[in-house]
């Protein structure tokens, strides 16, 4: 077969496994997109070429297709450890916890495997050549899916020797930790028992009560059926995975969506007096998070600068509220020594979705962590190097992360809600000021004043907006 022919058989065989996936999404081969690593070994049975030669024609092809067939075996593998029938999970949410704990450390374990000892389709060749960095990338990935899909089975247990929310902040604390092991030889993950006390903590539990079911105000399952593709008479969709439902409701979810804003969003909400918007519920489904809440009435801040619609005070106005909202979000917790997510772990999110392998702790390694990101690293340097004084040892601030105005919600001059809580985390004092002029020309009042005010302005906050911003517009 020639290459054009290659190509069509292996397009073939992916979307007759996506087709499969379809109809039936409480398989748990299904779910996740596992049916993707079938259909690659059918395209090899089928073509009879060799292992690499195959590879490198779903390379070649499409390199969002390579990163989901890696993420579909090492899927494989972790149900392989994890799943059983429903009927056989055992009795209680803490066995369950503990079965999930050691299948994800026998994944990490298989992935550290030589080529020589075990290489299934070649897949371990594969995934040793991949950068460090993309292999971060689809361990992240992998993360979520495994998170959603303990949540899923803890959902549908009637099991009550512990609640679902301190379970659930248990297991996030362990991913938390299991993020780092990919790539580290001496770094451990703490057992459920160590982490046991830290769970306790009530304010993370409270986090947690959107995915309790007994908890939902609101018909949760009935709104996230609504929020399907094609939209129907009461859905929209607004953006990649985000719907409108009625004028009341909005839907978000997929591979993208985690756990952690939920807990973000209801940790703000009961602890501050920052506008956010409700979680009515969190429906766990497929590997994915499904977090259906409040539909807040108001325009986004970026189309209302963007159209002019405010004089300079009201801009001002504006500014001072949300440099309060700022202010209150760092009362929330102490400062830190490194960057990372709330409430522990590695920053990993949009802005960092591909997380670092290891802990940042200086600006320092967050430059050097943005420009491994960058696809031409040295020519970049020469351009953009790091300029200004850092002494090494900077605290960290509580922060939102990604102020931007696209995530600001306004009525008039007043802010009635921010959203997208992914990001929420410890950051330099001047991210939250450099994030808020995102998308926005240089020359405006809000880019002058934010800056300012939030003291994005000094020679070190320009060099990571400058290279922060170069990554981000490439990606």
Known sequence: MDTTELWKVSQRCFQTAYQRMK?????????????LWDAFKDFVRETKIQYEAAWDVVMRTDDFMNKQVLLSKIKEVFIAHFYTPQADY????????????????????????????????????VWTRRPKMHQMDIWYSFINYAEATFLCI?????????TIESIAVLIHLFLSDAMMIL????????????????????????????????????????????????????????????????DKF??????????????????????????????????????????????VDGQVLSQVLDDCLLDENQIQEIIDQLLAYVTEIRSLECDRDEIGSWPFGLPSCGLFKIPP???ITSL?????YWEERWEAAEEYRMKWPLVGQTNGNESMVLSHGDLAPRNIIVKGHRIVSIVDWETFGWYPDFWEGMMARRYLKSDSTWWERVSEAMHADGEVAESFWQIVQSVLNRN
């Open 154 to 162: 803890q959902q549908n247990t009637t099991a009550n020797d512990v």
């Open 90 to 125: 055992g009795s209680t949410r803490w066995e369950i916890g503990q079965n999930f704990v050691r299948a994800v450390l026998k994944t990490a374990e298989f992935l550290h495997l030589s080529p020589e000892k075990e290489d299934d389709y070649g897949f371990m060749t």
């Open 183 to 246: 790539h580290s030889d001496h770094h451990q993950c703490r057992s459920l028992e160590e982490l046991k006390p830290l769970a306790e903590d009530a304010r993370w539990c409270d986090s947690m009560g959107p995915l309790n079911v007994s908890k939902w105000s609101e018909d949760v399952v009935g709104i996230d059926t609504l929020a399907n593709w094609p939209p129907g008479p009461r859905s929209r969709l607004l953006a990649a995975g985000v719907f409108q439902v009625d």
């Open 23 to 35: 109809l039936d999404v409480t398989n748990p081969r299904h779910a996740g997109g596992i049916l």
């Open 364 to 368: 320092a390694k967050l430059y050097s």
């Open 250 to 295: 909005i839907v978000k979810r997929g591979l993208s969506v985690t756990i952690k804003e939920v807990m973000a969003l209801e940790y703000v909400r009961r602890n501050t007096i920052i506008p956010v918007p409700r979680v009515y519920g969190v429906r766990c489904l497929a590997g994915e998070i499904h977090m259906v809440m409040e539909l």
């Open 357 to 359: 392998s290891s802990p």
